[in-house]
């Protein structure tokens, strides 16, 4: 496979994160001077956002937490020279799952269809783990 496609679905969660991470600061500014947090009740980390903006930080944290499992594959997958087409399609998968998780989260924030999203990120993240491990052990 080459650089391109195996990296292209790492970027556009990326371009993904840094979306949120803007819409977030947004968010807490528009708190900040409309006057729905003070700054004294924030500074030091304080969950006194507004709901909206919690959400929206929260859905923006959460790219750090599943998600680095899907870097470090990459990360390990390219230079191993284990980055096939398999590995490509899943990404595409886990980068779907991903909007949906988060598309969920920022907007009815449905628990149940949420955590389904979460799930099947998961799911396919495992599995890729799996085969990329299978591989190298056995040395396919």
């Known amino acids: 496979m080459s650089l391109q496609m195996v ?21 807490r500014r528009r708190a ?40 470090i594959l990459i990360a390990l997958a390219l230079p191993l020279h ?5 590995i490509v399609l899943m990404s595409w998968v886990f980068v779907v799952a991903r909007f949906a998780h988060a598309g969920i989260f920022v907007t009815s924030n449905d628990l149940r269809r949420r955590s389904l999203a979460w799930f099947a990120g998961a799911l396919v993240l495992f599995a890729m783990w799996l085969y990329f491990a299978l591989k190298i052990l056995l040395l396919i």
Not at 37 to 63: E, F, H, M
Not at 82 to 86: I, M, R, V
């Open 32 to 71: 900040l001077i409309g006057g729905e947090a003070k700054v004294r009740d924030i500074v030091l980390g304080q969950p006194n956002w507004p709901t909206r903006t919690t959400q929206i930080g929260n859905c923006y944290s959460n790219q750090f937490e599943l998600p680095l499992l899907f870097y």
């Open 82 to 86: 284990h980055a096939d087409l398999f």
């Open 7 to 27: 990296l292209l679905p790492v970027f556009v969660l990326v371009g993904f994160t840094f979306g949120l991470l803007v819409w977030m600061a947004g968010e």
